[in-house]
């Protein structure tokens, strides 16, 4: 006897015209769908149509795919909507064209490279995160991640190309959103292999920059400034954001950074970068920061979510928090301002 044979058996669910449970299971088996993106990032698919379309049987041989899961595969990523089928020869959609091809100016793919590597394994620990609110990453096992890190050149490079990649979100829009016209200089703090200085120095030729980080990120620093044609205008400072001063500038660039420490540590490197500015001098900060309402933005609330498995003590925040730690360490006037994408960006002026 089945189920609908025993009239003693509530029904599996409501009827036509009642909730439906297809949203819940979509979210609840979404990391299926993320999984087969951050596959097809590792595997090379978006990179080997960067040159045109191809079949599938094209694709399984030059990728290394198993006739068994091939197709699925590949039309899994077209269902999707990160791959264009038009008969049996698959190509890049405009976006995954532009954004995950690695010979694209504009690839973001290593982020995603660094979200399959790093950060997927970790995320299924979450709910152990949520009952201790201690970090599930390398420290779980007594590890210092960034001490490991930065005694590991090939690794520093991997981490620094994916915070590279991540700095396309915000570039374009940063370049065009501060007045830079006001300013001659700027300090990136924590600007890690200065992809985002190097932007800034091409879209505006009269600013000069610097890059502060950790010592051994100063050779990949000098060699994108190099490689983008900054060299003679972009600069590194090695030291500890926490323990030496920061670089004095007419603007001091906090992206990304905030979110990654607890309230005493963000409020106090938004106090070291008011001392570090002029009068007339700007702090310009940027992270993924929770809606005012703290009901809409998905993205952040899962970034801060990441923090917590990542971090001893980060979060993300409003804007209108930055906006009173600001207040409070002497800024006087302090604005909001919307960019496209996940980011939110304040700027500060003393």
Same mark, same amino acid.
């Given at each position: 006897?089945? @189920? ?52 599938? !049987? ?32 698959? @190509? ?7 954004? %995950? ?6 690839? +973001? ?8 590597? &790093? ?11 949520? /009952?201790?609110?201690? #970090? ?10 960034? =001490? ?5 050149? @090939? =690794? ?14 915000? @570039? ?5 959103? +501060? #007045? ?26 009269? %600013? ?13 620093? &000098?060699? /994108? ?20 001063? %920061?670089?004095?500038?007419?603007? *001091? ?22 001392? =570090? ?7 310009? !900060?940027?992270? !993924? ?5 703290? &009901? ?21 925040? &409003? ?16 604005? *909001? ?14």
């Amino acid at each position: 006897m089945t @189920a609908l044979d025993n009239p003693a058996t509530p029904p599996a669910g409501p009827g036509p015209g009642g909730p439906n449970p297809g949203p819940l299971l979509q979210l609840g088996t979404g990391f299926q769908a993320s999984k087969v993106l951050l596959s097809a990032v590792e595997l090379g698919v978006f990179g080997a149509l960067g040159g045109g379309p191809r079949t599938a !049987a094209e694709l399984q041989e030059g990728l290394g795919l198993h006739p068994r899961s091939a197709l699925d595969f590949l039309d899994a990523l077209v269902a999707l909507g990160m791959l264009e089928r038009e008969g049996d020869r698959y @190509a890049n959609t405009p976006t995954t064209g532009a954004f %995950l091809d690695p010979a694209a100016a504009s690839y +973001v793919g290593g982020f995603l490279e660094m979200a399959n590597s &790093r950060l997927y394994g970790f995320w299924d620990r979450l709910t152990e995160a949520l /009952r201790t609110g201690e #970090p599930q990453n390398e420290a779980r096992e007594g590890r210092d991640f960034f =001490a490991e890190l930065y005694t590991d050149d @090939a =690794a520093l490079r991997d981490f620094l190309d994916g915070m590279a990649a991540s700095m396309q979100f915000v @570039a374009g829009p940063l370049a065009a959103l +501060v #007045p830079w016209d006001r300013y001659a200089s700027f300090v990136d703090v924590g600007g890690a292999s200065g992809a985002l200085a190097t932007r800034l120095l091409g879209a505006h030729p009269h %600013l000069t920059g610097t890059v502060f980080d950790l010592p051994p990120v100063g050779p990949h620093v &000098r060699e /994108r400034a190099e490689a983008g044609g900054v060299g003679d205008r972009l600069g590194f400072v090695g030291g500890d954001f926490f323990a030496d001063p %920061l670089p004095a500038a007419d603007v *001091v660039v906090l992206g990304h950074v905030l979110h990654d420490w607890g309230l005493d540590h963000k409020k106090a490197l938004v106090e070291a970068a008011h001392e =570090a500015l002029p009068a007339g001098g700007a702090l310009v !900060a940027y992270d !993924a920061m929770v809606d005012d309402d703290r &009901r809409h933005n998905v993205f952040s609330f899962l970034m801060s979510l990441n923090m917590l498995i990542e971090t001893p003590g980060g979060f993300e925040y &409003r804007a209108a928090d930055l906006a009173a730690w600001c207040t409070e360490a002497g800024f006087s006037q302090v604005d *909001v301002v919307d960019m496209p994408g996940p980011d939110t960006l304040v700027v500060a002026t003393k």
